[in-house]
């Protein structure tokens, strides 16, 4: 089973920068899709993909981070890394690293961004 630990985060300001990483434990390949996704304060807005990254270095991010986060990943160590960037308020969620490999999704426990304005 795979295992996602992710790290980075915490409180960050109105147009500061934050960066995450998360590792992924317990698989000796490369995973097909590494990424992001984030789940604001409000619980009824669903969670969100926020960034992936394909084991081929293609990109998916979501209009609202265009501009403003990058993503990206070291194949040798399962390692995928969110810069977050010009931060806003709106950015404030939980965040989860996500993965997926031969149709399994896989998931982290989450870490906390706060940013202040």
């Known amino acids: 089973q795979v295992q996602l630990v992710e790290s980075g985060g915490g409180l960050g300001k109105t147009g500061g920068s934050l960066r995450l990483s998360c590792i992924a434990f317990r698989t000796a390949v490369s995973l097909d899709t590494m990424g992001w996704y984030r789940q604001y304060p409000a619980p009824e807005k669903p969670r969100e993909s926020v960034a992936t990254i394909t084991r081929d270095g293609g990109t998916n991010l979501a209009d609202s981070v265009k501009g403003r986060f990058s993503i990206s990943r070291d194949n040798a160590t399962n390692t995928v890394y969110l810069q977050m960037d010009r931060l806003r308020p709106e950015d404030t969620a939980v965040y989860y690293c996500?993965?997926?490999?031969?149709?399994?999704?896989?998931w982290g426990q989450g870490t906390q961004v706060i940013v202040s304005s």
């Open positions: 996500y993965a997926r490999h031969l149709r399994v999704d896989y």
